[in-house]
């Protein structure tokens, strides 16, 4: 089930979850946890869509972080999904991304997002990085170096990776 509140979206399905943050937009954050499946997949695009049209709406650019240290290497269907649902999603989407920043540390993973980036149709400006500091530091220079400018209350040195959603944290 899904939950949101204010900037955020949590969604969790059995052993597999996410937590999409934009508290702190124009840098969207998403923590994943376990194999990311169909239905997980489709509430993200969902969410990172209306993040694209607010980015839209403002005339702002804005930049990624995904966490992929809990994340498992998805299926090959569920690749082909984040693909396709990339390929669909709004065309300003590529304009406004300044960079998507991967943290990983899984040499599966990392075979996935190169999976996903030779199925899309989109340059997906996907750029490993080693930890959340890296991550959201690369992130603000980023939107730095657009004319924007970082966060306020975005700080690399104090922000932590949020834990897994419970269970009970179920939603509409």
């Not at 607010?54 to 995904?66: C, D, L, Q, V, Y």
């Not at 924007?148 to 009970?168: F, K, V």
């Amino acid at each position: 089930m899904a939950v949101a509140t204010p900037g955020t979206l949590t969604s969790r399905d059995g052993t597999r979850a996410f937590f999409a943050d934009a508290r702190y937009f124009p840098v969207l954050w998403v923590t994943w946890w376990g194999e990311a499946n169909e239905l997980l997949i489709r509430r993200y695009f969902e969410w990172n869509n209306a993040m694209l049209l607010r980015a839209s709406a403002e005339g702002s650019k804005f930049a990624n972080i995904t966490d992929a240290r809990c994340a498992s290497l998805p299926s090959a269907t569920v690749r082909r999904l984040v693909a396709n649902l990339t390929d669909e999603s709004p065309p300003a989407g590529n304009l406004l991304n300044v960079g998507t920043y991967l943290i990983h540390d899984n040499a599966f993973v990392r075979g996935a997002v190169t999976a996903v980036q030779w199925l899309s149709q989109r340059d997906l400006k996907i750029v490993a990085v080693s930890d959340l500091r890296s991550g959201i530091a690369r992130a603000v220079a980023s939107l730095a170096k657009s004319g924007i400018s970082a966060p306020q209350g975005l700080d690399a040195e104090r922000c932590s990776a949020p834990t897994m959603p419970a269970e009970t944290a179920h939603g509409g």
